[in-house]
């Protein structure tokens, strides 16, 4: 899904600020840098990176081409692509627009299969990173 998405610069700037991680394409990271100028971005803005420049808006596979080219905006993003228990299934991915479809399409398949909340259990979040007050 973070085919489509985007991050705030003040989950990403620790990757760039003092000094740029060294698995981010130094390209990639000029951009970003642009994107988010100041290493103590404020939290209440929206500033913010694309997970994808390419094709910001479809769901396809550049999320996983992305990060094999080392422009994963999260750590865990670039840690798929370093890992060796993940490594085959990021170049698959990388490799296949279909077979990311077919995955996504499971993946969401069996998500939805999970019991989710109804009527009153749960919440929806005004912000997602906190329960709402």
């Known amino acids: ?21 060294p698995t981010l394409n130094p390209v990639y990271a ?3 840098k642009g994107r988010c100028p100041t290493p103590d971005p404020d939290p209440d803005a929206v500033v913010y990176a694309r997970n994808d420049r390419e094709t ?4 396809d ?3 996983y081409k992305n990060i094999i080219n080392h422009k994963g905006l999260l750590i ?6 370093s890992d060796p228990r993940t490594t085959p299934f ?10 990311f479809h ?5 993946a969401i398949a069996l998500l939805s299969e999970n019991n989710p909340l109804t009527g009153d259990q749960g919440e929806v979040r005004k ?4 329960v709402n007050i």
């Open 1 to 21: 899904a973070h085919s489509v998405g985007r991050v705030h610069c003040a989950n990403l700037v620790h990757r760039l600020y003092p000094t740029v991680d």
């Open 30 to 32: 000029e951009y970003l």
């Open 56 to 59: 910001p808006m479809i769901l």
């Open 61 to 63: 596979n550049n999320y």
């Open 76 to 81: 865990v993003d670039q840690q798929l692509a």
């Open 90 to 99: 990021v170049q698959k991915m990388a490799a296949d627009n279909s077979y």
């Open 102 to 106: 077919e995955q996504f399409s499971r």
């Open 127 to 130: 912000d997602c990173r906190y």
